[in-house]
């Protein structure tokens, strides 16, 4: 019985887009429940530049080294000014520290930034990954176990029909 490959890989894009989707939900759900526990992650997930800027406090962090206003506004996309009110907040609640113009996590919050990335990605669902790996399989047998045949009556050229060979 001929199998039409184009609509499996189809089928298998729309359940990898599904699982991408639900992944959003999930981590969002996630990120909801940990702002409940600290003001601080009540403060970083309130809106996306907070958030970005988080991920920046830490990667300040680890690598030493710490971002100047400008840098931060640069990277996140936001002027300065707003990158500026959002570094003086943190500074001002004890969140990050302020050492020769740079910004960076204390050592307390990048513990906890590495703490809920570490249990996000562990309670987060893995149905994307699962997904993209069905759908490689698919190719890999369509292209290795299948034999595909054009239907000469379609004048449609990717509708093509897979028949077991």
Request: hydrophobic share 35%.
């Amino acid at each position: 019985m001929p199998i039409k490959i184009d609509k499996l890989i189809n089928q298998a894009r729309k359940n990898s887009a599904l699982a991408y989707a639900n992944l959003e939900l999930d981590s969002h759900a996630l990120r909801t429940s940990i702002a409940n526990r600290h003001p601080a992650s009540a403060y970083f997930f309130s809106t996306e530049p907070k958030r970005h800027m988080s991920s920046l406090m830490y990667k300040a962090n680890i690598e030493g080294q710490g971002v100047t206003t400008s840098e931060a506004a640069d990277a996140l996309g936001i002027s300065r000014q707003a990158a500026s009110t959002i570094l003086n907040e943190t500074t001002d609640a004890g969140w990050t520290v302020k050492r020769r113009n740079r910004f960076m996590y204390t050592d307390e919050m990048a513990g906890m930034y590495t703490q809920a990335v570490s249990q996000m990605l562990l309670e987060v669902s893995t149905s994307l990954t699962e997904n993209v790996e069905k759908l490689v399989t698919l190719r890999e047998i369509a292209s290795t176990h299948l034999s595909l045949t054009s239907d000469d009556r379609s004048s449609d050229k990717d509708d093509r029909e897979v028949k077991y060979g």
